[in-house]
């Protein structure tokens, strides 16, 4: 059971917006910045936004990220079929002293 | 280009020892810390070790402290994870990741397999 809350699953139609939420505790989002992960099955994960809301070369501004307080949420705007992934926020935590992560969040697209 | 190569998963029965690997280039392996992340078969993200780039600075999940040792060779630009007394549950793709100190994990490698099973 992951220190960080994630919806199992979210959907949406092509075209549409989807909101990924990610839950956590002052040791970990509430003091630290978010990053969001994309997977696709049988791949490694891939940076999608860090530090909250910065997102890497090449990443399209389609994908945004925001924190308040000890929730972060990943939106994704006009979606599209190749968004159909595993999705993952990941904090680091004071507490643990380690990287957290989010259960993760498989998004269809129907 | 950023790239990370593991090596070294394989097949073991309970209770034996692997030594994973990890091959950098591209970057200057010095400067970053580096990160073992696993993933079990159709579960999500588990981070297991953490390692700063003068290696001063280890940590470990409480699943693997005292039996896994994360270390590096930054002449080598090499980075390791020793696993001793594997249980059943270690199974997983284990991922070597490259950090920018604690901010964020921004590269990883491709994976490798680590079966524990009689």
């Known amino acids: 059971q992951s220190v960080l809350t994630q919806p199992p699953s979210a959907s949406g139609a092509p075209g549409q917006r989807v909101t990924i939420s990610c839950s956590g505790s002052?040791?970990?989002?509430?003091?630290?910045?978010v990053n969001w992960y994309q997977q696709f099955p049988g791949t490694a994960p891939k940076l999608l936004i860090y530090r909250n809301n910065q997102r890497p070369s090449g990443v399209p501004d389609r994908f945004s990220g925001s924190k308040s307080g000890t929730s972060a949420s990943l939106a994704i705007s006009g979606l599209q079929s190749e968004d159909e992934a595993d999705y993952y926020c990941a904090p680091w935590d004071d507490s643990l002293n380690g990287w957290v992560f989010g259960g993760g969040t498989k998004l269809t697209v129907l | 280009e950023v790239h990370l190569v593991e090596s070294g998963g394989g097949l073991i029965q309970p209770g034996g020892s692997l030594r994973l690997s990890c091959a950098a280039s591209g970057f200057s392996f010095s400067s970053y810390s580096l990160n073992w992340v696993r993933q079990a078969p159709g579960r999500g993200l588990e981070w297991i070790s953490y390692i700063s780039s003068n290696s001063k600075t280890r940590y470990y999940a409480d699943s693997v402290k005292g039996r896994f040792t994360i270390s590096r060779d930054n002449a080598r630009d090499s980075v390791y994870l020793q696993m001793n007394s594997l249980r059943a549950d270690d199974t997983a793709v284990y991922y070597c990741?490259?950090?920018?100190?604690?901010?964020?994990?921004?590269?990883w490698g491709q994976g490798t397999l680590v079966t524990v099973s009689s």
């Open positions: 990741a490259r950090s920018e100190s604690q901010l964020e994990i921004d590269y």
């Open positions: 002052s040791s970990n989002i509430g003091s630290n910045t």
